[in-house]
Nanobody, 121 residues
Framework: QVQLVESGGGLVQPGGSLRLSCAAS????????MGWYRQAPGKQRDLVAY???????NYADSVKGRFTISRDNAKNTVYLQMNSLKSEDTAVYFC???????????????WGQGTQVTVSS
């Protein structure tokens, strides 16, 4: 089984910064992409950013230039550096990864439990 554990959420003022982390643990042989989604109250869960195992990245237009996703493959960890935060960034942020199990014939998606990010003065 695979677990994704997020950390780093919290309350920050507009214009501030936060860094989210997500570590994958358990029994698996490889991770394809790792990424972050967010879900605000009453809204659907949307992609924020993802990074592939070779370092290619993709960002939602709303966060380009403000957020940076990075990955430490040795630690099976993905990070999301969030700068110039706005009130509209307030949401629960979920880590997502596509993982190859030890004996699986295809990769499977996994989700973290979510971490709250609140941007407010």
């Amino acid at each position: 089984q695979v677990q994704l554990v997020e950390s780093g959420g919290g309350l920050v003022q507009p214009g501030g910064s936060l860094r989210l982390s997500c570590a994958a643990s358990g029994s698996f042989r490889a991770i394809n992409y790792m990424g972050w989604y967010r879900q605000a109250p009453g809204k659907q869960r949307d992609l924020v950013a993802y990074i592939t195992n070779d370092g290619s990245t993709n960002y939602a237009d709303s966060v380009k230039g403000r957020f940076t996703i990075s990955r430490d493959n040795a630690k099976n960890t993905v990070y999301l550096q969030m700068n110039s935060l706005k009130s509209e960034d307030t949401a629960v942020y979920f880590c997502n990864a596509e993982v190859w199990g030890l004996l699986s014939m295809r990769p499977s998606p996994y989700w973290g439990q979510g971490t709250q990010v609140t941007v407010s003065s």
